[in-house]
């Protein structure tokens, strides 16, 4: 099978390595000529990279970036394209809009890996658009990574898939360094907090399948662990945190948060309740 690659930056480079690796015939171009990974052609022009592939693999900075060079290509009928450049959704779904105009089959992915991670059995993938062009390449695609998922037929549904998880990961580790914050303060070592909190801290990833069960059917009214009952909680870091010194920022957010929804009526709804503040711009 030939594959091109387009962009050779880190993560570019990786990708066609991968597969080389894997026994593909290989083209690359790169606007800087000379970082081709051993065993890949490389092409003087992006239309010669292209006419070569049969997969068309693109990894640059920016959709606009990665549009115009696929635009300088000439003809993409009957191409595959695969288009992991980060960006926004709109732009992965504007990329496809255009690509399949001009007569290619569009597949967008989301890497969930830094590029050294490229080929570990247990880096994810998302992929959305052409769920043909994923089962065709499907084997090939493993290569980059075993957990490579065709999520959607919608080309921007991988980005936002990617940015949902790193909109959750940077909300956890900026509450995990408030947290070791407050412990160091306190003459306690975070090492020694993961020890004997590990159960606690893992059961709140558990209990995140629930949260969404909540938001998906918008039912929020519970028994046990309601809003009102995490306030005093809430209020109590605050105060623990202003009378150590360290930032309160974080914290006083939360309170924010809490307490405007006790205040909407909502005292008696699971934490869940607060996506209403975040559906909200401003």
Known sequence: MSITVLGLGEMGSALAAAFVAGGHRTTVWNRTPGKAPAGAREAPTVAEAVADGGLIVVSVKGNAVAQSLLASAGDLRGRSVLNLTDGTSFEAREVAEWAVSAGAEYLHGQIMTIAP???HPDSVI???GSAEVFDRYRSTLDLLGGRGTHISTDAGA?????????????????GFLHAAALLTDAGIPVGDFMANAAPSMSALLGHLPMLASEVDSERYAIDFGALQHHLPSVDDLLRESAARGINVDFPAYTQRLVTTAIENGHAHDSYSRLIDHFRKAG
């Open 158 to 174: 991988p980005t936002l898939y990617g940015m949902a998880v790193h909109d959750t990961m940077w909300g956890a580790l900026n």
């Open 117 to 119: 991670g490229i080929g």
């Open 126 to 128: 998302f992929y959305g």
